[in-house]
């Protein structure tokens, strides 16, 4: 290949993504580092203020940190939940079940509908007088709830409707790598007797490992990104109560145009999703035996 | 427990039961019938339980605004005015011809410059071969970066461009964001795929533009083909860019026509499923008939990686 290798080649196949991808990804994550150092207010001399932007975020910002809780609990519910029914999912849509490939399908559309229309789905779904869920549980003799609007359990049906949205996408990995489970193990234990439930439970489960992290990981990630699911079914309110830490961020540095405490924020999610990442890449080599 | 030791001979081999297909379930025939019922069973109930919600939106979408508030689930209001209101009032051509348009060039643009860059990356020989990984780690550890990071810098970058409010305040930022899945994915390929074909043709005398024409590009189509749904639907779906960057409503993109139904149609409703029908049946539409390669695409990071 070294006849084609001149060096001005490689440097025109190279320019223009690398200058894509270096002005718009890497010089923005610098700049917003340097911002988040900042009391740049939109306009004039910005002047470096250390780590004042963080402190304050820590210490005087009650939504800050009610962001953050609200993260934890969308993240400890809605991933909590998902690993395992995603994979009882998988498992149940893997037998022999009339119409399994069109249920396979149906159960992967949700996560190619627009975030934003998920968002106002739900609307219907979850709104305190004129919501679907509401209805049923009073058709049914049970009293309804705030589910959105209230001062608590929005992030929970913020991570019902974040199950709803992936439920199909995880099922689907999970399916993929159940087809590449070999057959030989799981038939000889079932003909040393073992039951259904212990083949899943100390064959599938323990050989598919990788596949629970590779879930877990992306999963996470995603949790990480919900934004418009808030700004439809909230918009972060009553008075702040429901933000997710990215929705919070959107607030502070489009709404209160506050950039430095704004990408300070940006700046959190950045890190907390390289560990998740570095993490991810870390399994992937393990698993590839690089 | 049936008698399985019959079936296997004094080497361990396993022989295959008398008359019986190799496909029957070797428990109790009747027991595991009954639980392939109930298999079965539960199955269908998980998957209306997760198609309920947008049943109920096109439910709503026929019933007049009054019966939404009142008692959506009588059939004999259905009303199909809601439409003609929604389509009166919902700019669908505009919207549509807008997204289209960007993510035309932004995918398009985004997958030529990650097959140069990828090709450059794996195939040509570098000088310094350091050099070389070390770019293509370069260009991977942009995964790690949420979008969310990148907002507000690129609405300064736009600003000082120029081009802030324009098709191409989002288009130059999803070229961007599409390089590393794609450079990902491709040169994941590259690296597998063996290089002997392209060596013959270029002893044939083949430049590097036939070479990647006549050669590289048609065994790649399958991987191309997923980057490509990949792109297209993150265009199409995406919010946070737009809701900043564009701020005229004649360049709005479905995705932001959708997040102003609310103020737009107020208690309307109807209309405002109506609309937001309108919005999820083509989408879903399209996804049945390319639902293999949708699935594929959007899951492709994960299971290749």
Known sequence: ?290 | MTTISGFENGLGRQVAPPRRSPLTPRTRPGRARRSLWAAGIAAYIVIFLIVLPLLWIVLLSFQPSDRILGNPWSLNTLTIDNYTRAIKQLPLVRMYANTILIALVSVTVGAVVSFMASFALTRMVFRRPRLQSALRVYVLAGLAVPVYVLLFPVYRIDLTLGVFGTYLSVILPYIAVSIPFNTLLLTGFLREFPAELEEAAIIDGAGLWRLCRAIVLPVMRPVIATILIFNVVYVFNEFPFVSILINNPQLATVSLAVSRFQGQYSVDYGGMMAAATLVLVPQLAIYAMLQRQVIAGLTAGAVKG
């Open chain 1, 1 to 290: 290949m070294t006849w084609i290798s001149a060096r001005w080649k490689i440097c025109l196949l190279l320019f223009p993504g690398l200058v894509f991808f270096t002005g718009f990804i890497v010089w923005p994550v610098l700049y917003a580092a340097w911002v988040s150092l900042t009391d740049f207010a939109g306009f004039g001399q910005a002047h470096f203020v250390g780590l004042h932007n963080y402190l304050m975020l820590f210490t005087t910002d009650p939504f800050f940190w009610r962001a953050v809780v609200n993260t934890f609990i969308i993240l400890v519910v809605g991933v909590g939940i998902l690993v395992p029914a995603s994979f009882a999912l998988a498992l149940l849509l893997r037998q022999r079940i009339a119409g399994a490939g069109a249920l396979r399908a149906l159960a992967f559309g949700p996560a190619i509908v627009a975030p934003i229309l998920v968002g106002l789905i739900w609307v219907f779904i979850l709104d305190p007088r004129i919501g679907l869920l509401n209805r049923v549980l009073e058709a049914v003799g049970l009293p309804g709830a705030q589910w959105i609007g209230g001062n608590t359990l929005t992030p929970y049906a913020i991570a019902l409707v974040f199950i709803w949205s992936s439920i199909g996408f995880a099922m689907t990995i999970f399916y993929a790598g159940l087809q590449l489970q070999p057959h030989d193990v799981t038939e000889a234990s079932q003909i040393d007797g073992a039951t259904a439930w212990q083949r899943i439970r100390y064959i599938t489960i323990p050989m598919m490992r990788e596949t629970f992290a590779i879930v877990t990981i992306l999963l996470v990630t995603n949790v990480m990104k919900i934004f418009e699911l808030v700004y439809m079914l909230t918009g972060g309110g009553p008075v702040h109560r429901s933000e997710t830490l990215v929705s919070y961020m959107y607030f502070v540095t489009f709404t209160n145009q506050k950039y430095g405490p704004g990408m300070a924020i940006a700046i959190i999610v950045f890190l907390l999703g390289a560990v998740i990442s570095g993490g991810y890449l870390t399994l992937m080599r393990r698993g590839r035996g690089e």
